[in-house]
């Protein structure tokens, strides 16, 4: 007997699905041989959980199938769907539900790229699983993308049959508990042996979920470093946005969104696309929230996250959520995906703080390897200025102080305009500060308005958004 918190072996799962008469499907898997259907073979009883076990390899036998790649990349998301579409129209059309009454279908399905034989590039690969809860209800289907970390082909074969077999088992198992099911991904895995940066859930019993938060989850729960989502809301893999484009990003809190945040992102975002091959085209832009700026104040708030990805989102910006405290490692990430230009406005506290020591301690290397993470692929730093409380005067690159063993290493990257200021910026928004007006909104005040944008300024008032409550609303409206 299984105690409460037992984890199952995927040995274990497949049997428990194989002894479930109501669960039948197909297997199609692609890339790196038939590792998860293996499990169920050799767990027993399998006769009457698997319809079929394919392993379509070869390009043109696999095109007969599912039909060909206009842009020919058969490791995508378009393919994992044209191979669940396929396989569970067969099934539909094959098999009488009326010799079998209660059966439910699925249709799990994957299409990967294991560690080249260099080992220059680790892989990575789609998974899916389409499915019903109940014979008389439409399918549901969760989606999600991997990229392998184990450097070894027949080790990232294994880890894959296993996340295949804890995906199947969590679909109807934990069917009621989308986290649970996020969770279960990694039993008997590692996030040293895979990294999961994109999950979709969607069909009838998930109406309910929000996907920005299963993407929150995985960031959470170290499955991934960072995930992205578009203004509508809908997850996108960051290879497919990022993928050999000018990357420009601005940092904050967004608790809420201010003036001075939109002008430090457009009047930056001006300078960069001055720079060569730079256009409206090919750059991506990026509000970046990190976990630490969503734990400012304790435990992740699921709302609070909502409701700064919503008001983000009718702005018309792209969010990245991730968990890099430094923005080196911001960088690092970036140059995952594009070796092109990258941009990244900020603040002159924020910049002080690169240029503390202290901060990087945890590196071999120091400061100095940060600096090279960092200042790598002519990445440009926009200086927005600061206006200092006690003096009143405004601070940038010019007259900011950094450290005095460090006034050097500053003056090579100012000198090589690696720093540049941003100097067509709005006065009048260096004295709005987001947490002060946060504390009007919390308190039922007049006369932050102004200092957002008007349609952020509607969503709070609308919806109630960070602690403005009804009553406060009504109270300011008298």
């Not at 969104?257 to 992102?265: E, F, S, W």
């Not at 200025?385 to 006690?390: K, L, S, T």
């Amino acid at each position: 007997m299984l105690s409460p918190n037992q984890v199952l072996t995927p040995r274990q799962k497949a049997l428990q699905i194989n002894l479930n008469k109501n669960i039948y499907g197909t297997f199609s898997e692609i890339g790196a041989g038939q590792e998860t259907v293996r499990y169920f073979f050799r767990a027993g009883a399998a006769s009457k959980t698997i319809a079929k076990a394919i392993s379509a390899y070869d390009k043109e036998f696999s095109d007969s199938i599912y039909g060909k790649e206009p842009d020919n990349r058969y490791v995508s998301q378009t393919r994992l769907i044209k191979m669940l579409d396929h396989e569970i129209n067969l099934i539909e059309d094959r098999i009488d539900r009326t010799n079998c009454p209660g059966r439910k279908f699925f249709s799990y399905a994957n299409t990967v790229t294991t560690i080249n034989f260099n080992k220059t590039f680790k892989g990575h690969g789609w998974v899916g699983i389409r499915f019903q809860l109940h014979e008389s209800e439409s399918y549901n289907e969760i989606i999600l993308h991997i990229r392998f970390h184990e450097n070894d082909a027949k080790l990232q074969q294994e880890t894959l049959g296993i996340l295949g077999v804890n995906l199947i088992y969590g679909a109807f198992f934990y069917s009621d508990d989308p986290k649970k099911i996020i969770n279960s991904l990694y039993d008997e895995l590692s996030t040293d042996q895979l990294e999961i940066d994109m999950i979709n859930f969607s069909g009838p019993g998930y109406t309910h979920v929000d996907n920005r938060l299963m993407s929150l989850q995985l960031v959470k729960n170290g499955m991934s470093d960072a995930v992205v989502f578009e203004p509508n809301g809908k997850n996108v893999l960051p290879a497919d946005e990022l993928y050999k484009k000018n990357i420009f990003a601005l940092r904050g809190s967004f608790r809420p969104v201010t003036n001075v945040n939109i002008d430090m992102c457009n009047q930056g975002l001006k300078m960069f696309k001055k720079e060569k091959n730079v256009n409206n085209h090919n750059t991506k832009v990026l509000f970046e929230i990190t976990l630490s700026n969503l734990r400012a104040a304790g435990e992740i708030n699921e709302q609070d996250f909502l409701d700064r990805a919503d008001v983000l989102g009718k702005l018309g910006y792209t969010v990245l959520i991730s968990n890099f405290s430094e923005y080196f490692r911001l960088v690092d990430y970036f140059s995952r995906f594009s070796t092109e230009k990258i941009g990244i406005s900020m603040g002159v506290n924020n910049l002080l703080d690169i240029f503390e020591e202290n901060y990087y301690t945890n590196l071999s290397g120091g400061i100095m390897e940060a600096f090279g993470k960092l200042f790598k692929q002519q990445m440009k730093i926009y200086l927005y200025p600061y206006i200092d409380p006690e003096t009143e005067k405004i601070l940038n690159s010019e007259n900011l102080k950094v450290n005095e063993s460090l006034k050097d290493l500053y003056k090579y990257f100012k000198k090589n305009k690696r720093i540049v200021d941003i100097k067509d910026y709005n006065d009048s928004y260096l004295k709005i500060y987001g947490k002060k007006i946060l504390a009007q909104i919390a308190m039922g005040k007049s006369g932050w308005e102004d200092q957002i944008p008007k349609e952020v300024a509607d969503m709070i008032k609308e919806r109630g958004m960070f602690g403005y409550s009804m009553g406060t609303l009504l109270t300011t409206n008298q």
